[in-house]
């Protein structure tokens, strides 16, 4: 699949001081669309990776990967509502156990088998497993957690795209729910400086596209290379 295939998704169209032009259709950004999800997962694994070292380059330099449970008698679509109603609680009791700000991604997961759902959370919380067993269940939720060192933020990236694959095919989620959550503050990618970038409707990228070739330029697509 070359881009989205849902109508009435717009064409960018970027071009550079010297001389590049290089298009792409921006997609319907949802999760339940093939092409979209994959470019939305790899964006986020590239935000995942670009945060980390941006906050080690400041000084930030321990990070933790932790799994934290829902209870077990909230099983299937409870667990995501157990999760909703306990998770500000446990955040706090994180916030206060760690030495520095806190800084985060959770990826919830929900189960193949049976919807039930889990949180993977990278973290600057050096917490040891014990401690999120017995955090996790004073705020209502499982007592099945962990959380230990971070090799590196390429591991970082990969668990993003892991979990979030694995989520892909799940699209029984609850309205508005973040596949992803990052702390607040989290710092976003550099866009490519050279690029300028303009949005067209479907009916209008092909005038556009017309009068670029004939200014000299080949338009091609910015994810596969081809000539559009």
């Not at 995501?80 to 800084?103: C, S, V």
């Amino acid at each position: 699949m070359k881009h989205c295939p849902n109508k009435g998704t717009p064409t960018g169209v970027g071009t550079s001081p010297d001389g590049f032009v290089t298009a792409t259709h921006f997609g319907c950004q949802q999760w339940s669309c093939p092409y979209c999800a994959a470019i939305r997962k790899r964006m986020l694994a590239h935000k995942c990776y670009v945060g980390i070292e941006t906050y080690k380059k400041s000084g930030v330099k321990n990070w933790y990967f932790g799994t934290i449970t829902m209870h077990e008698n909230w099983r299937g679509w409870a667990s995501i509502e157990n999760y909703r109603n306990n998770w500000n609680k446990f955040y706090q009791r994180m916030k206060r156990a760690t030495d520095g700000p806190l800084y985060y991604v959770v990826l919830p997961e929900q189960h193949a088998k049976d919807g039930s759902l889990h949180v993977h959370i990278i973290s600057t919380c050096p917490q040891s497993d014990r401690w999120f067993k017995d955090n996790s269940r004073a705020c209502g939720m499982g007592y099945m957690d962990e959380n230990g060192p971070l090799e590196n933020s390429a591991k970082a990236a990969m668990y993003v795209t892991k979990y979030i694959g694995k989520s892909l095919g799940i699209l029984d989620w609850p309205p508005k729910f973040k596949r992803v959550r990052f702390s607040v503050g989290w710092p976003e990618p550099e866009p490519q400086r050279d690029m300028v970038w303009s949005a067209y409707r479907p009916k209008q990228a092909p005038r556009e596209f017309k009068l670029l070739r004939v200014q000299g330029y080949t338009p091609i697509n910015f994810l596969t290379g081809d000539a559009v």
